[in-house]
Each structure stands twice: as structure tokens, then as C-alpha cells.
């Protein structure tokens, strides 16, 4: 049969690094297709390309026989390409029906024919069986409701292609089943359908076919009843898993550091964890699993639902109950936005390195200028950021200094434990190695640290135990020796180990 | 369909529970409260008010008129600065051209240059709606200030000015009969018209907005017109009604119009809101200046008791009420306790 929709040689970079790179994809009539990769394998790059929402720096998309103009949404919508979108782009203050018909809803003069465009969404949400109140406003509906009509709204422009971008992140075991056989039902009718998941099960349960994706480079085309999960893990991950042994550390943990017990918050469920001092524990998981969720409601950045976290230095026991107090009790904490979180950008590099500092640098509430550029100096020194000039605006460096910054300001308190998100994301290649030999020496020193990466290799190389987090719960706990990047993935994909 | 899925965010069904949905699904509520409250208040301690009633609508008409073409702006999430010295300077232009039928025309198309060029700055040059809309605020003051030569202008025909500020029936001038069509007009575009319904779309969620192929940009250039022209026609009435124009009019109308559109519920960050509100947060603000008025309050004390209204208005609203109880609960003093091991 010929391909409804074909995306050839499709190529695109940000900034030098190649997002997908020369991936083709095709799709025929009732054809579910999945696209798997690892997080930032350039799955979302490529549908937002199809949808006419990215633009490509070459390849094409065809419809039909088509050629379809480059980054234009709307065109891409009226050939029959609709995508669902990861991030919800629902308007929270319209009500059901308008967001379903958002941007086309039907008009005699330019005047909303209300009807007209209430039949539509009605017969857009019986399509999918979901039923809603037509007029209610999307910002008082569940989040898996918003999914929904999120859906119909995509249904309702009676696409050839309906493409979904992790449709299930956010819903139920029931939810998520319902919305399966929901799609089957739309294929059985001839939709082709492009289904992105991290998720194996599911792909193996609802798709024909899965293309594999990694590092933005087209792995490979599998048909999904010729192959096993495992295969596609392998192929997901596909790095060779040599070990380098040279930088695995001799590490002999002290007394138990940090001590979170039962801790329950938005999307982390019921988790308890131990870093003792020396200690390098990794959180693993796929983006979403709850792992920033959770080392920020340890910490007491966001708040607990439910749990007690306790923080032991020099044989006194803290509570930790916010994180003001976390802060005091020594915890230093590199957040995942570094950008938005982590530094003031139109301050300078000594300002920034201080920040946490103020007390210790400050007499009777005036600032010690000496004081403080001998210790940015020595800081930033120490943390190997290129070029050490203490005055320039933190904005001004890149991404890899920016983070030596970061963690520059917490080195300077000597933090009983350091927390670290997403340690070394969108830095290259030599500031990473940096980062991690920082980490290591913390460690070294008898720091606790705890690590959310969702970087393999980084895990693999700095973690002593890898807890690995799905759905908000750990769902394996690794040591150095026995893990490698299969069962850290099986584990965040949700498939069972073999003999583990 | 054989299979449906029920998640909750079901119909209504009898009176009482469709009731109640509908009023949750409004954004007026802390209008109306205020409203209601003042009246109420008013109606022991100062019943002039309503039999004062031409006055008091008028001065509805004043602050509201400006109020209502702002929300159009306020309701995509941008903000529209230069309103109150549009006003300005477009009564200006009334009063220094003395022909009316040529003046009018110019003073209202100066409105809806304004509002495009606003948008220019904001739409295509891409800058924040509240610094382009601030430079325009200067720059508008300044040429009425030229225009004027610094002096207060009369207008030319006098009899016009004097006609146009009596009653057409009963209590209603041309001033409020302006003001209530364009009420009815603003009104009908936000909820009837497909461009207007997607200002909400445009302020509640722009990506949103872009990806469902809305054109974004000429909804920011229509909401601006329509705040620029509303502006300049509140600056026409203004003039006709004092038969002279001053430079300087309508300095308290910038800061009671985005008052006014706060307590009708419009959320300053865009997406949420109504016309209606607006309505009824300037009839709050003109019911309680006349009360003040009327009462012998001073105007500086009067200003004052309407900034505190304001801030309990905004305060008092439901959902802001449970956002500054999460606040205040995280910035309570820390609870670390040192416990002996």
C-alpha cells in the first residue's frame, strides 16, 4: 500500500548539535507506527517538524503525493497532519468546545456559529467516547480529561495522520488502557496513527510497526510482531557497555547522611532513600518519572505531602521541613533550569559564588569586598571556569561554566549533602568530564551526593547505587556492579529484567 | 460508538447544580460583591446617589468607556498605557480644528493610527506591550501639550459643545449613549465573533494559540486598535461635553480604567475575563466616587479608599484567597528542629 504520509531525509540542528538527522518515516493507512528513542533522541524535533511547527534544514514532508511547505502549521493541518502535543495547548479559560475548534471554529461574517461548532465537538468527543460538558471551561477538568479533548480536538480536524506525543505521561493504568483500544478503534477506521512512547508495553501492545531512534539518527525499522522488547532496548540504547574502570572510585561510605522516609508529593509516591557520606546515589528514569519531583520535596523546595527527611552532620540529626532549613542544615542544591533557577544571570561571577555565602563574608551586615573576591577567586579557580574572571556577568559564559558556577556557589558552604539535576544537560563534552571529576572529588571528601541524570553513561559512570524511578516510585535499586544501561532502561521503561 | 469513558466533567443536570456551574464558570464575582456591597452600604448612608442618577451614570461613562477598550488589550495578556493620553490628545485635536465634521473624523482616526503603531512596536518589533505603550503614553502627552500651546482650547462651536452635553431622554446624555454601544459592541466582538473569542486564546495560551494557525499577530493589532479608537472617542466626548479641551484630561482615567477592569475580574496576565466586568467594575468605581463626592470626601482621601477597595477587591477574590494562603503558610519561619542523637 503507499504511504499516506512520508517524511524523507528530514535533517534539523540547534546550534551545531544535529537534533534528528536524515530520518525518514513513512506511514500508511491504519498503520500505527511507533517512535521510540531515548530522552532527546529527537523523537518530539521530528513530529513537531511534520506538524509544520519546527522547520527543517532540509527533507521533506509528503502527503499524499504532496509536497508540503515548511514550517507551516496551518498547512500542514489542512493536508491532514494533526499532532497532539506533549506539553498540554489547551486555552485553560475556553470552554471544551471552543479549544476543540480553537483557531477553526465555523463563522457566517466572522460570527461564531455556536452551534455549529458545539456539533462538531460533540461528534469529535463521541469519535474518541469521551463525554464532557461541552461548556465547561478546560481549566476545571481532570488532567487526564484534558488529554481527552486534547485529542478530539485533533480528531475533529479529520486528519489522515494523528500523531501523539507521549499521550500517556499523565494518565492512569485505566486511562492509559482506554485511550490504547480508543486508538486501535481509530485505526481499525483507516487513520494512520504515529505514536511516540518511552513506554515498550504499550508499543507492543497497539503499534504495526517502530522506528528507533538515537542521538537523532534513525536506528532502525522494526516490525513489532518480529521483534521482543529486549530488542528494541538494545537498539534504544545501543551503546557499547564497556565500563571504564579506571575512574571507578574506591568508595567506603560513612554514616547515613540524608534519611527520607515514606516521602509523598505531586508525583512521587511513597519513595524512601539513604545517602550516607562518600556516597554517590543516582536517580534514574525517564523525564517525568518523578525524580526532580522528588529530590526537590526531599530538600523542601516544593512541598510533602507526606514524610520526614532527616539530615545528619556532625552526629546532630536535622529535620528538614523547608528549604530554608535544608539550607542551613547544609544541603547545596544544582537545580535541573539552571538558567531560570540556579544563577542570576545579570550578576556577576563573584555575586553569584557568594550568594548562599552572604553571612560568613559580611561584618555586622556590611560586606567584606576583600573577603569575597578572595573566595569567588579561590572558588571559581577550583571549579576549572574558563576564563576565572570573577566580575564578568554569569550570562556571559557558557553553558558548561554557567553550571561550574552553579555548583561553585555551593562548594563554598562545604554542604554536607549536594543535590544535583540534571548535572551536566546541553554542556559539551569537556566541561561534563569537569563536572564529573567535581563530583567525584566532593564525594571524595566525604560529601553526600545525590544525582538525577537522565544521561546512561553519566549515571553509570558517577553513581555508587542507582535507584531507578518510574511513575513515582523507585522500581529498582542497581549497585555500580551490577548495572548497565539495559537494565537501567528496562527498569524505567516498565519491562521486567530478564533473570535480574 | 461502542465503548465511552466517563472521567468526570460531566453535564449538569437540574436547577440548582447548572446554577451553580454557570456562576463558577464567571469571572465577575468580585465585581458584583463590590457592587452589591457598595449599594447596599449607600443605600442607608447616602441615597443621593440614586437620585442623582444622571450623574452617577456619567460618571460610569467616564472612567468605563476607556475601561471597556482596554479590556480588549488586558484580555490577550498586553497592556495599553498610552489610553488616558490618547484621550488627551485626541480631545486636543477636537478643539484646535474647527470644523467638527472634520474634527471628529480626525481626532477618532488619530485613535486608530495610535493603536497601530502600538502594535507595530509590540507585534512585529516585539517589544514588551508595557514599555511601547509607556514611550507612546509620553509622546501623546507631549503633542497634546504642542497642540494646545499649552493652554486649554475652546472649541470652536460652542452650540455643538452645549447640544451634545444635554439629555437626548430621560437621564441619558450622548455621552452614555456612546458608552453603552460600545459596550454592546466590545461585548458582542469578545463573545460573538470568532477574532474576538480568540483574544482568550491569545492571552490564555499564545503557543496554543500560533499552533491552531490563529493569527496572532493581527488579534494583537485589533485589540490595540480597538483600545486606541475607544480611547480617542472617549477624548471627542470629553471635549464636547466641557467645550474645552485641556492637555492635561483625563490624568485619572489610566489609572481608574485598569482599576476598573481589575475588580471586573480581568486577569492582567491575559486569557481571563469579561467585557461585562468591566462594566461592572467601573459602575462600582462611579457609584462609590459620587458617594464620595457627594459625602464631602476630599479627593486625595477619595483616592485612597479606592486604592484600598482595590486591594481587598483583588485580595478577597476566591482563588486569590487560596494562592496567598499557600504563601503565606511557605513563608511562615521554619520549623528545624535540633534533635540529640
Not at chain 1, 530488542?231 to 568508595?251: N, P, T, Y
Not at chain 2, 488586558?74 to 498610552?82: A, H, K, Q, R, V
Not at chain 2, 470652536?156 to 456612546?178: E, K, M, S, W, Y
Not at chain 2, 494562603?325 to 528545624?336: E, G, W, Y
Request: glycine share 10%; charged share 20%; with cysteine.
Amino acid at each position: 500500500m503507499a504511504a499516506v504520509v512520508e517524511a524523507k531525509n528530514i535533517t534539523k540542528a540547534f546550534g551545531g548539535v544535529k537534533a534528528v538527522d536524515d530520518v525518514s518515516v513513512s506511514v500508511e493507512a491504519g498503520e500505527i507506527l511507533a517512535v521510540v528513542g531515548e530522552n532527546g533522541a529527537g523523537k518530539s524535533t521530528l513530529m513537531r517538524i511534520l506538524a509544520g511547527i519546527e522547520t527543517q534544514d532540509s527533507g521533506q514532508v509528503i502527503v499524499s503525493g504532496e509536497v508540503i511547505p515548511k514550517s507551516d502549521a496551518k498547512a500542514s493541518i489542512d493536508a491532514g497532519i494533526s499532532l497532539v502535543h506533549q506539553e498540554l495547548s489547551l486555552v485553560p479559560e475556553m470552554t471544551v468546545a471552543e479549544n476543540i475548534l480553537l483557531g477553526s471554529a465555523p463563522t457566517t461574517v466572522g460570527i461564531t456559529r455556536t452551534r455549529q461548532m458545539k456539533q462538531i465537538a460533540q461528534a469529535a468527543l463521541e469519535e474518541i467516547g469521551v463525554s464532557v460538558d461541552l461548556d465547561e471551561r478546560i481549566s476545571k477538568l481532570s488532567v487526564a480529561l484534558r488529554q481527552f479533548v486534547e485529542i478530539a480536538r485533533a480528531v475533529a480536524r479529520k486528519p489522515k495522520v494523528l500523531i501523539l506525543d507521549e499521550p500517556t505521561a499523565s494518565l492512569t493504568p485505566a486511562e492509559t488502557d482506554y485511550l490504547l483500544s480508543m486508538l486501535q478503534r481509530l485505526a481499525d477506521r483507516g487513520m494512520s496513527i504515529v505514536y511516540i512512547s518511552h513506554r515498550i508495553p504499550e508499543v507492543f501492545r497497539l503499534c504495526d510497526t517502530v522506528t528507533i531512534l538515537r542521538d537523532g539518527k534513525q536506528i532502525s525499522v522494526l516490525d513489532v510482531a518480529k521483534t521482543t522488547p529486549q530488542q528494541v532496548i538494545d537498539q534504544m540504547v545501543g551503546r557499547e557497555l564497556k565500563k571504564d574502570l579506571e575512574s571507578k572510585r574506591s568508595s567506603s561510605p560513612g554514616h547515613v547522611v540524608l534519611k527520607a522516609v515514606g516521602i509523598r508529593a505531586e508525583g512521587v509516591n511513597d519513595i524512601s532513600l539513604e545517602v550516607r557520606a562518600g556516597e554517590i546515589i543516582g536517580l534514574g528514569g525517564l523525564v517525568g518519572a518523578g525524580r526532580t519531583e522528588l529530590v526537590r520535596a526531599i530538600i523542601g523546595a516544593d512541598p510533602r505531602k507526606l514524610g520526614k527527611v532527616t539530615l545528619t552532620v556532625n552526629g546532630k540529626t536535622k529535620v528538614i521541613s523547608s528549604f530554608e532549613s535544608a539550607v542551613k542544615a547544609g544541603v547545596g542544591y544544582v537545580p535541573e533550569e539552571r538558567r531560570t533557577d540556579g544563577l542570576a544571570l545579570t550578576m556577576t561571577v563573584a555575586e553569584n559564588i557568594t550568594l548562599p555565602n552572604r553571612k560568613e563574608l559580611s561584618a555586622s551586615g556590611f560586606q567584606l569586598a576583600r573577603k569575597i573576591r578572595t573566595f569567588a577567586d579561590d572558588l571559581s579557580k577550583r571549579v576549572g571556569l574558563r576564563p576565572p574572571e570573577i566580575d564578568r556577568e554569569a550570562g556571559q559564559y557558557s553553558g558548561g561554566n554557567q553550571q561550574k558556577i552553579v555548583i561553585a556557589k555551593w562548594l563554598g558552604r562545604r554542604p554536607a549533602l549536594i543535590v544535583l539535576d540534571e548535572p551536566t544537560r546541553g554542556v559539551d563534552v569537556g566541561a561534563k568530564a569537569e563536572i564529573h571529576r567535581l563530583v567525584k572529588e566532593l564525594a571524595d571528601n566525604g560529601t553526600a551526593v545525590l544525582v538525577v541524570s537522565s544521561d546512561l553513561p553519566e549515571l553509570l559512570e558517577l553513581a555508587d547505587t542507582i535507584h531507578v524511578v518510574r511513575d513515582g516510585t523507585i522500581t529498582g535499586t542497581l549497585s555500580q556492579e551490577e548495572a548497565d544501561e539495559k537494565r537501567v532502561m528496562s527498569l524505567a521503561a516498565g519491562e521486567q529484567v530478564e533473570n535480574a | 460508538m461502542t465503548e465511552t469513558i466517563q472521567l468526570g466533567g460531566a453535564k449538569e443536570t437540574g436547577f440548582f447544580p447548572r446554577l451553580r456551574t454557570i456562576i463558577g464558570r464567571r469571572t465577575e464575582g468580585r465585581g458584583v460583591i463590590l457592587l452589591l456591597v457598595i449599594l447596599a452600604v449607600l443605600a442607608f448612608t447616602q441615597p443621593l446617589v440614586f437620585t442623582a442618577l444622571p450623574v452617577t451614570i456619567g460618571r460610569i461613562a467616564l472612567i468605563g468607556i476607556v475601561a471597556l477598550g482596554l479590556t480588549a488589550v488586558i484580555l490577550m495578556g498586553e497592556l495599553d498605557l498610552s489610553v488616558a493620553s490618547t484621550l488627551a490628545a485626541s480631545g486636543v485635536v477636537v478643539a484646535i480644528i474647527p470644523d467638527l465634521r472634520i474634527a471628529i473624523p480626525a481626532a477618532l482616526l488619530m485613535g486608530i493610527v495610535v493603536g497601530i503603531i502600538n502594535a507595530f512596536f509590540i507585534a512585529i518589533v516585539g517589544i514588551a506591550s508595557f514599555i511601547a505603550s509607556l514611550g507612546m503614553l509620553f509622546a501623546l502627552s507631549g503633542l497634546a501639550f504642542v497642540l494646545s500651546n499649552e493652554v486649554p482650547v475652546s472649541i470652536a462651536n460652542q452650540d455643538a459643545g452645549l447640544a451634545f452635553g444635554q439629555p437626548l431622554f430621560g437621564p441619558v446624555t450622548p455621552r452614555i449613549l456612546l458608552f453603552f454601544l460600545v459596550f454592546i459592541a466590545i461585548q458582542l466582538f469578545v463573545t460573538k465573533v470568532k477574532a474576538g473569542r480568540e483574544f482568550f486564546a491569545v492571552g490564555g495560551n499564545r503557543q496554543a494559540a500560533y499552533d491552531s494557525g490563529i493569527p496572532v499577530k493581527r488579534r494583537i493589532f485589533t485589540g490595540f486598535i480597538i483600545s486606541g479608537f475607544v480611547s480617542a472617542l472617549a477624548g471627542v466626548i470629553y471635549t464636547l461635553e466641557l467645550t474645552v479641551a485641556t492637555p492635561t484630561a483625563g490624568s485619572t482615567v489610566l489609572l481608574a480604567s485598569f482599576a476598573a477592569a481589575i475588580i471586573g475580574g480581568n486577569y492582567l496576565k491575559g486569557g481571563r475575563g469579561s467585557i461585562i466586568g468591566t462594566l461592572i467594575g467601573a459602575s462600582s468605581l462611579g457609584v462609590l466616587q459620587v458617594a464620595l463626592f457627594l459625602s464631602g470626601v476630599q479627593v486625595p482621601v477619595q483616592n485612597t479608599l479606592i486604592g484600598a477597595i482595590l486591594l481587598i477587591a483583588v485580595i478577597t477574590d476566591p482563588s486569590s484567597l487560596r494562592a496567598i494562603s499557600a504563601r503565606v503558610r511557605a513563608t511562615l519561619p521554619d520549623r528545624t528542629k535540633v534533635e540529640a542523637q
